[in-house]
């Protein structure tokens, strides 16, 4: 299955950021302690922040590079680094799909944010060693009905998946939940890139699928677990195709898509978001 992570993940794919240093992936899936999961709060946060900031700033006639000069300055403003940047070739601090763009638009000068655009922004920030990692769909202005289902289909099927965490559940739990809010309502959900873990590394073990699936191990979950959840929801057809530029992903139909991303620690008896952006 290619992902964003297998990209990123991959040591001799390309260049790795200067800032963030390369941690090779470790054998399995990580347990964080409490210590290293208040320092995963302090990421997550500057995320949560930076994207609740995001979302307010964005309008029609903004450019999606101004929205990365943005995010990067704010990043930095609290002493963290941006996670995308320069992260095995990535150019920017943010990835921002506009409508048909699925996943990892580059931002640019050139990209014109229109009144009825549907916008994911994703981000990610590292320190203190750690990484915290969200995505927001943003309706801006007056958005078409159609767009305004998807985007809040896509929420309700992460907080569904969300709901289904807890340690000794299972990914296929959280797969199923998600899965059937999102076909209930007509839509698709794209299977070619899925959540994962993230703590050191920001991309970690496991896949953190939106499906029903034999083709990934059925993960039970346990206390400690730090998963980025990120249900990525298509108006027409699952499939996808990516641009020349090697990062962009579009909908082969043509058609809207969107995503919602939250970072979670597992919990005993549920879990902790730690990008809230309601603070």
């Not at 307010?56 to 680094?81: H, N, W, Y």
């Not at 009905?145 to 099927?157: E, G, R, T, V, Y």
Request: include cysteine; glycine fraction near 8%; hydrophobic fraction near 35%.
């Amino acid at each position: 299955m290619r992902h964003f992570a297998d990209l990123l993940l991959n040591k001799n794919n390309s260049k790795a950021n200067d800032q963030v240093p390369f941690i090779q992936r470790r054998r399995g899936i990580e347990i964080k302690s409490s210590r290293e999961i208040n320092l995963m709060k302090k990421s997550s946060r500057i995320v949560a922040t930076v994207l609740r900031e995001i979302n307010d700033l964005i309008k029609p006639g903004m450019s999606t590079k101004d929205l990365d000069d943005f995010a990067e300055k704010r990043i930095k403003s609290f002493g963290a680094v941006p996670s995308f940047k320069g992260y095995h070739g990535f150019p920017s601090s943010i990835c921002s799909s506009i409508n048909n763009e699925v996943v990892h638009g580059i931002p640019s000068k050139n990209k014109i944010i229109k009144n009825g655009d549907l916008v994911k922004i994703d981000t990610g920030a590292y320190l203190d060693g750690f990484h915290g990692d969200s995505c927001i769909s943003i309706c801006v202005g007056e958005v078409s009905p159609k767009a305004q289902k998807l985007s809040d289909i896509a929420f309700k099927a992460l907080y569904a998946g969300l709901s289904k965490i807890k340690a000794g559940n299972t990914l296929l739990d959280v797969a199923g939940e998600i899965e059937d809010v999102v076909v209930k309502n007509g839509f698709s959900v794209v299977e070619d890139y899925t959540g994962h873990g993230v703590g050191r590394n920001l991309h970690e073990e496991p896949s953190v699928f939106n499906f029903r699936t034999k083709e990934l191990p059925n993960v039970v979950l346990r206390e400690g677990m730090t998963l980025a959840v990120e249900p990525i929801v298509n108006e027409g057809t699952k499939f996808c195709k990516t641009l020349n530029d090697r990062w962009t992903v579009i909908t082969k139909d043509g058609k809207l898509s969107a995503q919602w991303e939250h970072t979670i620690v597992v919990l005993k008896d549920g879990i902790e978001i730690l990008t809230d952006r309601d603070f």
